[in-house]
C-alpha cells in the first residue's frame, strides 16, 4: 500500500514537473524577437531544451512514455512539447513510446502524435505524412516539408480534427528534400 502511495505521489510530482517545464520552454521562446532574436535568446531557449530533454529522458527511463493515461492529457501534452524541441535522436527514440500510449479517444493525444511523427519523419528526411512541419527562409517565407500522399493529407488531417492545408499551401510544398538542399544553397549544411 506505501509503494502505491509514493508511485502516485511520484507521479503527481512528475506531472506538476511536466507542466512547469512546458511553461518554462514557451516563455523561453516568447522572449525571442520576433523581428531579430539575440544570440543570448536563442541561448537560453537552448539551455531550457537542455534541461527539459535531460528531464524527460530521466523520466521515460524510469516510468516509461507519460501519456494521458499515466499523468492526464495536459502533462501528456506537455511531455510532448518537450519532445518536439528536444535533438532528433530523442524524438526518434520516443515516438513509438508515445505512440503505444496514444488512446484514439484523447484527440490532443491524437494529434500530439502525428506532429511529432511528421517531425521524425522530416528529421530522417522522409515526407511527412499529416502536413504539420514547415521550413521557413528569411525573405522566403515558409513551406511545408515533401508530403507523402499529398492527395489524401486533407483527408488524414480532417480524421484528427486538424484544419486542411490550403490548395496554395499544397501546391508549394517542397516535393523533395533536393529541393530543400538547393533552396538552402552551397554554404549550408
Known amino acids: 500500500m506505501a509503494e502505491d502511495i509514493d508511485a502516485a505521489g511520484d507521479l503527481a510530482m512528475l506531472r506538476r514537473e511536466l507542466l512547469r517545464r512546458a511553461e518554462v520552454d514557451q516563455a ?4 525571442l524577437d520576433p523581428r531579430s532574436p539575440t544570440p543570448r535568446q536563442w541561448q537560453r531557449v537552448a539551455e531550457v531544451d537542455a534541461e527539459n530533454t535531460a528531464f524527460l529522458a530521466s ?4 516510468v516509461g512514455w507519460p501519456g494521458t493515461a499515466l499523468v492526464g492529457s495536459a502533462a501528456a501534452h506537455a511531455a510532448w512539447l518537450i519532445a518536439q524541441h528536444a ?10 513510446l508515445l505512440a503505444a500510449s496514444v488512446d484514439v479517444e484523447d484527440v490532443i493525444a491524437v494529434r500530439d502524435h502525428a ?5 521524425v519523419a522530416t528529421d530522417q528526411r522522409h515526407p511527412q505524412r499529416w502536413g504539420t512541419q514547415s521550413l521557413c527562409f528569411p525573405n522566403a517565407g515558409c513551406r511545408l516539408y515533401p508530403l507523402d500522399d499529398a492527395a489524401g493529407v486533407n483527408a488524414r488531417r480532417r480524421s484528427i480534427g486538424l484544419e486542411p492545408l490550403t490548395e496554395a499551401g499544397l501546391a508549394a510544398a517542397y516535393p523533395s528534400y533536393a529541393d530543400i538542399d538547393a533552396a538552402r544553397g552551397p554554404s549550408a549544411p
Open 115 to 119: 506532429y511529432l511523427a511528421d517531425r
Open 87 to 96: 535533438p532528433a535522436e530523442c524524438r526518434a527514440r520516443w515516438l513509438p
Open 28 to 31: 523561453a521562446r516568447a522572449r
Open 59 to 62: 523520466a521515460v527511463d524510469r
